[in-house]
């Protein structure tokens, strides 16, 4: 089955700067490629997605890049803000809309005022 | 984008006893999915479940300790059957809006066992 694994498990960064955390992958067949943000007692929430046939996507301060060759992707934030501070989760899906997601073990992102 | 209602919000159990947790979704979707995530840990698939078939588990989940029920194409339930402490988790369910809006998911159950 599929195996994500997501770097770093922790960042810190200042306010302001940017942050890029990185997922890899190893089904050659996943399409889809979402980041959840998530904070302290609620659900996950989906801040951006990818799919295979398109290799970044922006929205606003958040990009999300894919690189099918190598099987990464990499969330980057810019001007990060207090409230940016949260634990991100990749996940990719295999095959078609019948198959769940896998996560990666997620990055505890800080942003230092 | 897509509204994703979970019953209830949290419960404190006692072991041996079951919880069954509700999944309500705004419109009609073709699966629903079933997530744990342990306490300090990412998300791990249960199950799928499709209207009108019985569910798909994942590895280390089976039927008689998490069954489910999807009776139409708007709900689903989940129940924690005779539970032990190392059931404590969050449980989530989502489902695959498509292009616009994406997989999402409710805000989750958290569950105590004690």
């Known amino acids: 089955g599929e195996n994500v694994e997501q770097h770093p498990s922790t960042l810190s960064v200042q306010e302001g700067d940017s942050a890029v955390i990185k997922c890899t992958y190893s089904?050659?067949?996943?399409?889809?490629f979402p980041w959840y943000k998530q904070e302290l007692g609620k659900g996950p929430q989906l801040i951006i997605d990818i799919r295979s046939n398109v290799g970044e996507k922006k929205d606003q301060r958040i990009a999300v890049t894919l690189n099918k060759t190598a099987k990464h992707f990499s969330l980057h934030i810019t001007e990060t803000q207090p409230e940016d501070s949260a634990v991100y989760f990749c996940a990719a899906r295999s095959g078609g809309g019948a198959d769940g997601l896998t996560f990666g073990k997620g990055t505890h992102l800080i942003i230092q005022p | 984008s897509a509204v994703i209602s979970q019953k209830p919000s949290r419960d404190i159990c006692q072991r041996g006893t079951s919880l069954t947790i509700q999944c309500q979704v705004d419109?009609?979707?073709?699966?629903m999915f079933w997530y744990r995530q342990q306490p300090g840990q990412s998300l791990t698939l249960i199950a799928t479940a499709n209207q009108g078939s019985e569910a798909t588990y994942e590895s280390g989940f089976v039927i008689d300790k998490f069954p489910i029920s999807r009776p139409n194409l708007t709900f689903s339930t989940l129940t924690v059957s005779n539970m032990s402490p190392e059931d404590s988790s969050i449980y989530l369910c989502?489902?695959?809006?498509?292009?616009?809006?994406?997989?999402?998911f409710g805000s989750g159950t958290r569950l105590t066992v004690v």
């Open positions: 989502s489902v695959d809006r498509g292009a616009i809006y994406g997989y999402t």
């Open positions: 089904d050659s067949a996943s399409n889809y």
């Open positions: 419109s009609q979707v073709t699966m």
